[in-house]
């Protein structure tokens, strides 16, 4: 992938096991993004950019390798965050 890259969004619909949304696919490689690391929504969904967004570079070939990371990355991410609320809300019991 070359560092110059430019990616030509076009809406995608993953559609797996009963697992449905919408992310960005390029339209010249065909690389499939993941919707949370890219924010999908504004990047091809017409929505408006979040402030202070941090963005990361994530790029599938394939919707099972989208969901893998989405998986493995951001269900976990999401899991640490609520241990840590949990605990912090003990606290202040
Ligand atoms: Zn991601």
Redesign the pocket.
């Known amino acids: 992938m070359a560092y110059t890259w430019e990616p030509k969004w076009e809406v995608f619909e993953v559609d797996l096991e009963g697992i449905k949304f919408k992310t960005c696919r390029d339209r010249i490689t065909g690389l499939i993004?993941?919707?949370?690391?890219?924010h999908a929504a504004s990047k091809c969904l017409g929505e408006k950019p979040p402030f202070n967004y941090v963005y990361?570079n994530?790029y599938f070939y394939t919707v099972e390798d989208?969901l893998e990371?989405?998986k493995g990355?951001?269900l976990l991410g999401l899991k640490k965050r609520t241990a840590k609320l949990a605990e912090k809300l003990r606290e202040e019991d």
């Not at 993004?33 to 890219?38: L, N, S």
């Open positions: 993004a993941c919707p949370v690391c890219i990361e994530a989208l990371h989405m990355y951001h």
